[in-house]
């Protein structure tokens, strides 16, 4: 049988990065912060539903805690004069001390924002759930939403997969959408890959999205090329 692996994981190391990423001499420390960290995810994942958040990244030392939002609304985030900030900032710190750490560290939350809304999987896949979750048919909201995204000039290919009881059918099945190149196989390959659920009367839909967004060894190509081309032209 055939096994389906994680897009984003095939691929640290060569164009992804872990999300979590922390710089510790105790290794014994491994299971508290990787609890710490499932913890922290789980409250910014409820906190910020509806805001566009694309990825939350966590970089730790013994002594401080940073927290990356990247979202394509700040705005609704950091609030009126960074009311957001400091509130969410709280609601960790309030989090941390339920966990009765050994040590507390210092905590730093940055929000950047993403530019590009149509190249993230997470915000695309947000996207589909809203149009769900507000009655719209399934296949205008699939059908959409490609076009939205393949009018972006960062993106070459796209693929959208709707799982459940679509239209309020009683039997569930699996509809999906594609325009572009997805290539899984291919590991120099920039794919995003997310999964989202809309919550509907009649049951939950399950979403998974791909975007392509090209080759990340495509300038050393393209420089190679050029290098061959200006050799044979010498000869």
């Known amino acids: 049988m055939t096994h389906i692996a994680h897009p984003y994981v095939q691929r640290i190391g060569i164009n992804r990065d872990w999300k979590s990423r922390w710089f510790a001499?105790?290794?014994?420390?491994?299971?508290?912060?990787?609890?710490?960290?499932?913890?922290?995810?789980?409250?910014?994942?409820?906190?910020?539903?509806?805001?566009?958040?694309?990825?939350?990244?966590?970089?730790?030392?013994?002594?401080?805690?940073?927290?990356?939002?990247?979202?394509?609304?700040?705005?609704?985030?950091?609030?009126r004069s960074g009311e957001g900030a400091v509130t969410l900032r709280k609601d960790?710190?309030?989090?941390?001390?339920?966990?009765?750490?050994?040590?507390?560290?210092?905590?730093?939350?940055?929000?950047e924002?993403?530019?590009?809304?149509?190249?993230?999987?997470?915000?695309?896949?947000?996207?589909?759930?809203?149009?769900?979750?507000?009655?719209?048919?399934?296949?205008?909201?699939l059908k959409q939403t490609i076009e939205k995204v393949m009018a972006n000039r960062d993106v070459q290919g796209v693929r959208i997969i709707l799982s459940g009881r679509l239209g309020g059918a009683d039997m569930a099945r699996r509809e999906q959408l594609k325009k572009g190149?997805?290539?899984?196989?291919?590991?120099?390959?920039?794919?995003?890959?997310?999964?989202?659920?809309?919550?509907?009367?009649?049951?939950?839909?399950?979403?998974?999205?791909?975007?392509?967004?090209g080759d990340v060894f495509a300038d050393r190509k393209a420089q190679a090329e050029e290098k061959a081309s200006r050799t044979s032209h010498t000869a």
């Open 181 to 213: 190149r997805i290539p899984l196989q291919t590991l120099r390959a920039d794919i995003d890959y997310a999964r989202e659920r809309a919550n509907l009367p009649y049951g939950v839909i399950g979403i998974k999205v791909w975007i392509y967004r």
């Open 92 to 111: 960790v710190d309030m989090l941390l001390r339920k966990l009765k750490l050994a040590e507390k560290p210092e905590i730093k939350i940055d929000i």
């Open 25 to 79: 001499t105790d290794p014994a420390k491994y299971r508290e912060y990787l609890r710490t960290d499932a913890a922290i995810r789980k409250l910014l994942v409820k906190k910020l539903k509806g805001m566009s958040v694309d990825v939350v990244e966590i970089e730790r030392d013994d002594k401080t805690l940073r927290i990356l939002i990247k979202t394509a609304r700040p705005g609704l985030i950091i609030g």
């Open 113 to 141: 924002e993403v530019r590009s809304v149509e190249t993230s999987a997470a915000i695309v896949s947000q996207m589909v759930v809203e149009g769900l979750e507000k009655r719209m048919p399934f296949r205008r909201v």
